[in-house]
């Protein structure tokens, strides 16, 4: 597990007094439902990107595509087999999108990735995994210094997909299908900023169709 240290605690007391603020911004907001209200922290909103937008992301996700990394992880070499890159962050769509995406959150737009985009042919998958950072592997070193832990998640999927597909949070035994538009978001930490094993996810194989999501990551602090 995470190795401790002067830097692992403060970054954990940026994303305790972050979650604070997101939770209560999302819990007093009337378009979000709230999926999950235990240990896993999973919130969704129906209709977050149009039609219209999403077909334009999906053309965006086909001219960046590539085979998707995964971090110094031993995952496994068929852990995750999609089409994965990352948007424009200065195009001024893709600006939009976040934006809104930042308004919903209440956090500064800096604090949020670039939105990357995926595509998941039949078969295709992302194994089990969390999308937090393991601060025992050598990467973090690096991802603490540009702007620490991955605090939240927020996937919007881009297209309803004709079978399989859905993302799988085996450890709260929920399912959420893809639907098109459709944002769902969580918290990667506990209350007192410490990672959350609940969040393991998985998006499942897609047995028919094609699957398109866009992902961005909120750290606690300036990412860039």
Request: proline share 5%; with cysteine; hydrophobic share 40%.
């Amino acid at each position: 597990m995470a190795k401790t240290g002067r830097t692992d605690t403060a970054n954990q007391r940026e994303i305790a007094t972050m979650n604070q603020a997101v939770l209560a911004r999302l819990k007093a907001d009337d378009s979000v439902q709230v999926l999950v209200d235990d240990k896993l922290q999973l919130f969704g909103i129906p209709d977050f990107f149009s039609a219209e937008e999403c077909e334009r992301l999906m053309k965006m996700v086909d001219e960046t595509a590539r085979p998707s990394p995964v971090f110094d992880v031993d995952y496994g070499k068929q852990a995750r087999t999609s089409y994965s890159g990352d948007l424009d962050p200065y195009n001024p769509f893709v600006r939009m999108l976040h934006r809104r995406m930042d308004d919903l959150m209440g956090v500064p737009e800096n604090w949020g990735e670039t939105m990357q985009g995926q595509r998941y042919a039949v078969g295709q998958q992302f194994k089990a995994h969390h999308d937090w950072f393991d601060t025992s592997q050598p990467y973090w070193t690096g991802e603490v210094a540009l702007g620490g832990q991955r605090a939240w998640t927020l996937m919007v999927y881009l297209n309803d997909v004709e079978e399989g597909g859905s993302t799988d949070f085996p450890k709260a035994n929920i399912a959420v299908p893809p639907q098109q538009g459709t944002l769902i978001a969580w918290s990667n930490a506990n209350a007192d900023g410490k990672v959350n094993m609940e969040t393991l996810h998985a998006g499942t194989p897609v047995v028919k169709g094609v699957k398109y999501v866009v992902t961005r990551w909120y750290r606690a602090r300036a990412w860039y």
